[in-house]
């Protein structure tokens, strides 16, 4: 008995889904469509060293632009830019804060964060998020 191969319809790729990195990138190319991922932010802990790596050579391979990770268990913070194919990795400057390019406003005290300063990690965001910057994206983003 031969069965006929039939063509499933792509489940589309939602927040929160919890998929192997193999479904994932079937479903981001099989929807070109599809805004493509600019920023992705983990929390990781006792694996993050081995899958960023992986990890990384997977975002590059789609284009995300800006690639977060807090490993927790580590002590660490890292902040990739994607420039000229590959990621850079963003040191914060003399305030001791990163600010993101791709979401203008996204302002973060990393020392504050991996000392758990929360106080000082919030004030911080707000601070970019009352930035001219961040207004400015805001007047850009809801035209689209």
């Given at each position: ?74 002590g660490r913070f ?33 020392s504050a964060l991996l000392l758990g ?28």
């Amino acid at each position: 008995m031969t069965v006929a191969a039939t063509s499933l319809p792509t489940i589309p790729l939602e927040n929160g889904d919890r998929l192997s990195r193999f479904e994932f990138e079937r479903r981001y190319q099989a929807m070109p469509e599809l805004k493509k991922v600019e920023l992705v932010i983990e929390i990781a802990a006792s694996s993050a060293a081995i899958d960023l790596h992986d990890k990384k050579r997977a975002y590059r391979r789609n284009q995300v632009r800006e690639y977060l990770v807090w490993r927790t268990l580590e002590g660490r913070f890292d902040w990739f830019r994607l420039e000229a194919d590959d990621y850079v990795s963003q040191v914060p400057d003399s305030q001791g804060i990163i600010r993101s390019q791709i979401f203008p406003g996204l302002w973060l005290a990393v020392s504050a964060l991996l000392l758990g300063d929360m106080p000082t990690v919030l004030s911080v965001l707000h601070q970019g998020l009352d930035s001219p910057e961040h207004r400015a994206f805001r007047q850009e983003t809801k035209s689209l």
